[in-house]
């Protein structure tokens, strides 16, 4: 059974951090990333990284998002710095990713609710 298990959301002031992380069990994949979904709005992508560091990142995160990987662990992070009220999201792990979306047949992890105010 595959499972990807997001962690590290919260709640936290306009200008601060938080650190997701996304343990995946059941396979390794290539590429794995990042999307949110605001309140409204349709699901959307964040960050991928490759295998071997790789990374892209939507141009709203830019500077701001850092996304990495261990993977001995099979684990990915979304370091999120300089956080905005518009970074109020649900943010969802997912692989594998192929360019900025999920590949078919993709898994999804459950979620985990970031909240930044200002």
């Known amino acids: 059974q595959v499972l990807l298990v997001e962690s590290g959301g919260g709640l936290v002031q306009a200008g601060g951090s938080l650190r997701l992380s996304c343990a995946a069990s059941?396979?390794?994949?290539?590429?794995m990333g990042w999307f949110r979904q605001a309140p409204g709005k349709e699901r959307e992508f964040v960050a991928a990284?490759?295998?071997?560091?790789?990374?892209s990142y939507a141009d709203s995160v830019k500077g701001r998002f850092t996304i990495s990987r261990d993977n001995a662990k099979n684990t990915v992070y979304l370091q999120m710095n300089s956080l905005k009220p518009e970074d109020t999201a649900i943010y969802y792990c997912?692989?594998?990713?192929?360019?900025?979306?999920?590949?078919?047949?993709?898994?999804w992890g459950q979620g985990t609710q970031v909240t930044v105010y200002s």
């Open positions: 997912a692989a594998p990713i192929m360019g900025t979306v999920v590949a078919a047949g993709g898994y």
């Open positions: 990284i490759g295998w071997s560091g790789g990374a």
């Open positions: 059941g396979r390794t994949f290539n590429a």
